[in-house]
């Protein structure tokens, strides 16, 4: 069982930066491959980024030039720092963990970014 326990939300103007991590507690193959998704308002859950063990990683064209994701498999952390935010980016981010990108077993509880106009 892995658990994961998010911080760093909160609210910021557009043009700001916010900085999220992401603690894994247990590992293995369930925390290959780590990342983060969100949901906003009125919308579907999407892939922000996500990252491997190995440190291979992937971005949502939406925010490639302003987001990178990184971690520190020491401490079974992933970090998603958030730059030049944009209102669009308000939503409820959650970290996820799984042996792939396209299997994201476990989810954290979510944090709120807004960001204001």
């Known amino acids: 069982q892995v658990q994961l326990v998010e911080s760093g939300g909160g609210l910021v103007q557009a043009g700001g930066s916010l900085r999220l991590s992401c603690a894994a507690s247990?590992?293995?193959?369930?925390?290959?491959?780590m990342g983060w998704s969100r949901q906003g308002p009125g919308k579907q859950r999407e892939l922000v980024a996500a990252i491997a063990r190995s440190g291979s990683t992937t971005l949502a064209d939406s925010v490639k030039g302003r987001f990178a994701i990184s971690r520190d498999n020491a401490k079974n952390t992933i970090y998603l720092q958030m730059n030049s935010l944009k209102p669009e980016d308000t939503a409820v981010y959650y970290c996820n963990a799984g042996p792939a990108w396209s299997l994201p077993t476990y989810w954290g509880q979510g944090t709120q970014v807004t960001v204001s106009s």
């Open positions: 247990g590992g293995g193959l369930s925390t290959n491959a």
